[in-house]
């Protein structure tokens, strides 16, 4: 197994890529700390995780708090003994598809600040107790939007090209403790939209395109060299791969997992 006796604490568990990849890293062996606002998400994710053999803790905590997030992480610290893998798979709704002329700064800022806060929140958690255990992997969640160019993608853009540039330097910063960074950057999920605010968040897109949700995703697929959009087990199958030691000479890497919709 992949991730055999490893420790993995995953923020925003409860959401669908969180799920997903708490599904996949109990699989895979891994001890899971889920951690999320919403108790019953949490549950049903545990659920799903426990029935692949692996014990799972849940807590809620508040991403975006640091004190919360210190006292979280330090506690499983003590519990297990170690942290091995720290994702951050929080997200929440946000502006898009909007001209400049018609977005606030609020707006803009939101999902700027947000995801930036709530990355900077666990890392830094995470991080001390990696460096003084000399290893472990912290992963992060990018979009396309860091690459991708046109009307509507400011705040997405802003956001996700911080991301992945936090994640950069934090590779640097941590290589020679041991301590391995990657972020990965899928594109849209369809299957995700159940159980993600993607489904408002594209549904507001696709309405004021006048056009169905279901033609807008697949007009979206369109873009990408293999015709389709990734699947959330797909996003999970790969975090795993990066957390585990046969990715142990990985770090500073964006992973793209866009289906050819961005080409490196």
């Known amino acids: 197994m992949l991730l055999e006796d490893k420790v993995a604490v995953i923020h925003g568990g409860g959401g669908s890529i969180g799920g997903a990849a708490a599904r996949v890293f109990a699989r895979e062996g891994a001890r899971l700390f889920l951690a999320g606002r919403s108790l019953p998400r949490l549950e049903a994710a545990a659920a799903v995780a426990r029935a692949e053999g692996a014990e799972v803790s849940i807590t809620v905590v508040d991403a975006m708090d640091q004190a919360e997030v210190d006292r979280h992480v330090d506690a499983v610290a003590e519990v297990a003994g170690r942290i091995d893998i720290a994702l951050n798979a929080v997200g929440f709704d946000h502006v898009q598809g909007l001209p400049i002329a018609d977005t606030s700064l609020d707006d803009y800022l939101y999902p700027v600040a947000g995801y930036l806060q709530t990355n900077f ?10 460096v003084s255990q000399q290893s472990g992997v912290i992963l992060t969640i990018s979009t396309p939007g860091a690459r991708l160019t046109g009307r509507g993608l400011i705040g997405n853009a802003a956001q996700s090209a911080g991301l992945e540039g936090f994640s950069r330097a934090l590779a640097g910063e941590l290589g020679p403790d ?10 849209a999920m369809s299957d995700a939209l159940a159980t993600s605010y993607t489904a408002d968040m594209f549904g507001r897109i696709a309405d004021a395109g006048g056009i169905p949700m279901d033609d807008w995703l697949d007009g979206l697929a369109g873009t990408t060299m293999l015709g389709r959009l990734p699947v959330l087990d797909e996003l999970a199958e790969y975090l795993a791969f990066a957390a585990s030691d046969r ?8 992973a793209n997992l866009s289906a050819g919709a961005l080409v490196d």
């Open 247 to 254: 990715a142990r000479s990985m770090t500073g890497a964006i």
């Open 121 to 130: 929140v666990t890392a830094k958690a995470a991080a001390r107790h990696m």
């Open 178 to 187: 041991g301590v391995r960074v990657v972020c990965v950057r899928p594109h």
